[in-house]
């Protein structure tokens, strides 16, 4: 069993920047890949990042966030983390980490077996 609390959304201005953080419960979080989603009012939660197990790497990310985002792990802190810069109003949604008992990072929302709470992002104009 894997518990995951997201932290560091807020409101930031349309070229700011945000870091999430994911902590997460337990001792074996270097087994898990790590992944970033995010659903926005009225639309389905779609992926942002995802990052593999143990030492990081591959690393994958959604055309719309790539050279934006950056996603990264400390396994030694048990935290996955989202670097967001050069936001846009579009990316304005709750944003969710999720762990998969896998070795390699996916895409899919129903890979995932453990989710967070969500953290709000809010990017004015």
């Known amino acids: 069993q894997v518990q995951l609390v997201e932290s560091g959304g807020g409101l930031v201005q349309t070229g700011g920047s945000l870091r999430l953080s994911c902590a997460a419960s337990g001792r074996t979080f270097r087994r898990y890949a790590m992944g970033w989603f995010r659903q926005a009012p009225g639309k389905e939660r779609e992926f942002v990042a995802a990052i593999s197990w143990s030492d990081g790497r591959p690393i994958i990310y959604a055309d719309s966030v790539k050279g934006r985002f950056t996603i990264s792990r400390d396994n030694a802190k048990n935290t996955a983390y989202l670097q967001m810069n050069s936001l846009k109003p579009q990316d304005t949604a709750v944003y969710y980490c999720?762990?998969?008992?896998?070795?390699?990072?996916?895409?899919?929302?129903?890979?995932?077996?453990?989710w967070g709470q969500g953290t709000q992002v809010t990017v004015s104009s």
């Open positions: 999720a762990a998969d008992d896998a070795v390699a990072p996916s895409r899919a929302p129903y890979e995932y077996d453990y």
